[in-house]
């Protein structure tokens, strides 16, 4: 399992045909073959390439999506 620093974890924002990855809770997952997640955005106020361990307790759903999306690595502080 690959381990990422946030700033390596910014590189994969889903731009210019770059991966989206998001962190959630210490792990690494990507989202860019999801459609909710076109071009690195989700729902117009969140972007790939970031932790978003804290958005995810005001989200409409659960952690458990992530279960049905690939986990990439770990986020290290």
């Known amino acids: 399992m690959k381990i990422f620093k946030r700033e390596d974890l910014a590189y994969y924002d889903g731009q210019e045909g770059r ?3 998001i962190a959630f809770e ?3 997952y ?3 073959g999801s ?3 076109k ?3 989700h729902q117009v106020i969140h972007r790939a390439g970031r932790d978003l361990t804290e958005y995810l307790k ?3 759903h659960g952690k458990e999506l992530l279960e049905r999306v690939k986990q990439v690595g770990i986020l290290s502080d």
């Open 19 to 21: 991966p989206a990855f």
């Open 26 to 28: 210490g792990k690494v």
């Open 30 to 32: 990507e989202v860019s």
């Open 35 to 37: 459609f909710l997640w």
């Open 39 to 41: 071009n690195g955005r």
């Open 58 to 60: 005001d989200a409409p």
